[in-house]
């Protein structure tokens, strides 16, 4: 299945797929809290490293890939560079992705890695015109661009952007 993510990723986004290739170095296998539902995360601390429960689709995989890359990059480019300056950094923020709250800098990691998987699905959307699962590609693309303005919309509302953050939001 993993195979399969990374071909897909490949071949949908050639550079992206070889970068996340490249990246990952070991698969840390994380039990699914429920049938179907899939779950993933990433730490600096083992940079290099992916957790997630298995899926049979490898569209599944690809996307948690995307999404665990990108939380990387942006925790990279965070330990050099101040992004947001938060008025608190206590989980008080309304988050489309969870049901607890977040502080600001998890709605901004959210979006940077949600963003970049709707940037996977707006560019197999345009690969693949015809692919008999288009609808439900459109779907997940809605979705991800819903959760991503919902993100967006916290981090201008209540949070303070450095010139660099500013740049990476935009």
């Known amino acids: 299945a993993l195979t399969g993510a990374l ?3 490949e071949d949908v986004q050639p550079a992206s797929g070889a970068a996340i290739a490249h990246f990952i170095r070991y698969i840390v296998p994380l039990c699914s809290p429920a049938p179907g539902v899939h779950v993933s995360s990433s730490s600096i601390e083992t940079f290099g490293a992916v957790e997630m429960s298995y899926d049979a689709s490898s569209e599944v995989l690809a996307e948690a890939l995307v999404h665990e890359f990108h939380h990387a990059k942006l925790e990279l ?3 050099s560079i101040e992004l ?4 608190t950094s206590e989980a008080v923020f309304y988050s489309p992705w969870r049901i607890d709250p977040r502080p600001l800098s998890g709605i901004l990691h959210g979006c940077f890695a949600f963003q970049a998987v709707g ?3 707006c560019d197999f ?3 693949y015109p015809g692919h008999p699962r288009r609808g439900a590609m459109e779907a997940r693309l809605a979705r991800r661009t819903d959760e991503v303005s919902a993100g967006l919309e916290m981090i201008y509302r209540h949070s303070r952007l450095t010139e660099a953050g500013r740049t990476i939001v935009e």
């Open 119 to 121: 940037a996977l699905w």
């Open 7 to 9: 071909r897909f990723l």
């Open 125 to 127: 959307l345009v690969k």
């Open 77 to 79: 480019l965070m330990e």
């Open 84 to 87: 947001v300056k938060d008025t």
